[in-house]
């Protein structure tokens, strides 16, 4: 059965990379001004298209909420009037409304409210791409095809009769001479409608190849393990195969950090998803990565890593990785410091299993469930405030709220975890659904923080050549990277909080501290949620399983 699981998974990452990676709606939680929302947005599969934006929010005195898309290229200037979301009946503080995309590449949904408070205004990335072409249903091709046979019979019939009987006067004769000018005049027009068919055909075609040829495909790579010093070295090596659309946005010299790291790299063991690790590979050239390899069990690893582009652009490169016996299989810490202050990796009990684990030692952390303390590696606890036993819905927004208690029960105070509160994970079982999320939403901050500073210095579209050389920029971003690394912890969270980082404070659980995650799973089936906080100095792991149906 695990062989049989692990193949499943294999071959879901075959399909991924033929699809956007991860869930395809973009969630949010935080202000627009003095009112607290949360949005998701389901962006379209197809570009142009219409993406849906739900807000929901428990403040009172909201009279309108505009919404209108916002293009990295275009600029301000190139932003349309905003729509006005609608209440949605029988639910209070749900607004709904649907906003078009008309350009792929990095975009932006603004949020404008009005109310009693004042104004707010909010921004959330999302990458406008087309990942799927529609197939035309079968019933309705044929009812197609036999509209276009009566039309043409129909018109070859009409121009027949204008050149042959229609030239003849009333009570005259059809001489033979009409009759052929009847019959060669449904012969060209035949062979003109057939003509126009044809070329319309080859117009279509080419269009429909052309679509698929600029259908967002993710860049492939190949991870591979090799020994320097004695030590293991992870090499994630991207191709560079010069990509058919959407190439200066993507283009892998503008890699921006995120959270002040340009790579953030997640490892699940294939099949039982009971091991996991968070790493942050170094730049060795603009399509080279590489990080020391913590001590891993031997097994088939998937492969995630996540960057953002100057363009604000944010993807996920997938990949598989075979860790052989080779490699030492015990894990010796709770997380890899030694290497990286921000790495961590640990183990858990297999998905679809029971919390025991007759592993003793101190890295084993059990899988925790809904509503379920969960003791924690450093003799914390964390429990995930949902009922036991109700499974979630597909396509719902829900605050994933975790409840974090120290060894005595108190509030823990934790600390910033690259300037956030904390990180999660989220995927599915079979491998189809990967996410990374923080508690402000599933997008990635460096991309926000782009669109909305090329909106303060820009108004108009990009100015490429006020742009840096690849191998200039490279080398500026190695340097602010280099220097955020050299920070002490303090410092670093410091430079990193800015509008990303939620204090630890919550004044509806003020008994807890809580760390939230909104989220909305894409669809029915068995999820496993990483989620991981900083406290006393050490990076803390837990995974919680959860029922989506």
């Not at 300037?419 to 990635?444: C, E, F, R």
Request: charged residues 20%; glycine residues 8%.
């Amino acid at each position: 059965m695990k062989k049989l699981l692990s193949i499943t998974l294999l071959s879901c990452l075959s399909w991924l990379a033929h699809a956007h990676i991860g869930s395809p709606g973009v969630t949010f939680e935080g202000k627009a001004g003095a009112y607290a929302v949360m949005v998701l947005i389901t962006p379209p599969d197809v570009i142009p298209g219409t993406a849906t934006v739900d807000v929901y929010t428990q403040t009172n005195g909201i009279h309108a909420i505009g919404v209108k898309p916002a293009y990295w290229f275009a600029g301000d200037e190139g932003t349309p009037s905003a729509d006005d979301l609608l209440p949605v009946e029988g639910e209070p503080g749900h607004f709904r409304g649907m906003v078009w995309l008309m350009s792929a590449g990095t975009s932006g949904i603004e949020l404008d409210i009005a109310g009693e408070s004042g104004e707010g205004k909010i921004l959330v990335p999302v990458m406008a791409v087309s990942t799927a072409q529609k197939e035309m249903p079968s019933s309705l091709g044929w009812i197609l095809l036999a509209l276009c046979v009566l039309l043409v019979g129909l018109m070859i019939t009409i121009i027949g009769a204008s050149v042959g009987d229609g030239q003849v006067k009333p009570a005259e004769e059809i001489t033979r001479a009409i009759a052929r000018k009847r019959w060669i005049g449904s012969g060209v027009s035949l062979i003109l409608l057939l003509l126009i068919l044809w070329g319309g055909k080859t117009w279509w075609d080419s269009w429909s190849n052309r679509y698929k040829r600029f259908t967002y495909k993710p860049f492939k790579a190949t991870s591979t393990i090799a020994q320097t010093s004695g030590k293991n070295i992870l090499e994630f090596r991207i191709d560079t195969t010069r990509l058919q659309n959407l190439f200066n946005t993507r283009r892998l010299s503008y890699v921006i950090p995120d959270h002040g790291k340009l790579m953030h790299m997640f490892l699940v063991r294939a099949g039982s998803m009971d091991v996991f690790a968070h790493l942050h590979p170094q730049r060795k050239d603009s399509a080279t990565y590489s990080t020391p390899l913590p001590p891993l069990p031997p097994g088939k690893y998937l492969v995630f890593a996540d960057i953002t582009r100057l363009t604000g652009f944010s993807e996920t490169i997938p990949d598989t990785l075979e860790i052989t016996s080779s490699v030492p299989a015990v894990l010796a810490s709770l997380d890899s410091s030694s290497t990286d202050r921000d790495d961590t990796f640990y183990s858990t009990t297999p998905i679809g299993q029971a919390s025991s684990n007759t592993i003793s030692a101190d890295n084993i952390v059990k899988c925790g469930k809904p509503g379920v303390k969960t003791t924690l590696a450093d003799g914390s606890s964390a429990i995930w405030e949902h009922e036991a036993n109700i499974p979630f819905t597909s396509g719902k927004l829900y605050e994933l709220t975790f409840s974090i208690l120290d060894e005595q029960g108190k509030p823990a105070i934790l600390q910033p975890y690259l300037g956030m509160q904390g990180h999660a994970v989220v995927m599915k079982a079979d491998g189809s659904t990967y996410i990374h999320l923080h508690p402000v939403g599933n997008y990635s901050m460096a991309s926000q923080q782009t669109i909305l500073t090329r909106f303060e210095k820009e108004a108009g579209p990009v100015q490429w050549e006020k742009i840096s050389k690849g191998t200039v920029f490279m080398d500026s971003i190695n340097h602010v990277v280099a220097r955020l690394d050299a920070m002490t912890e303090d410092e670093r969270n410091q430079a990193l909080m800015g509008e990303m980082y939620h204090a630890p404070g919550d004044t509806t659980h003020a008994e807890h501290t809580v760390v939230k995650f909104p989220y909305a799973f894409p669809s029915p089936g068995n999820y496993r949620i990483w989620i991981q906080m900083k406290r006393n100095g050490k990076i803390l792991n837990s995974a919680f399983d959860a029922i989506v149906e």
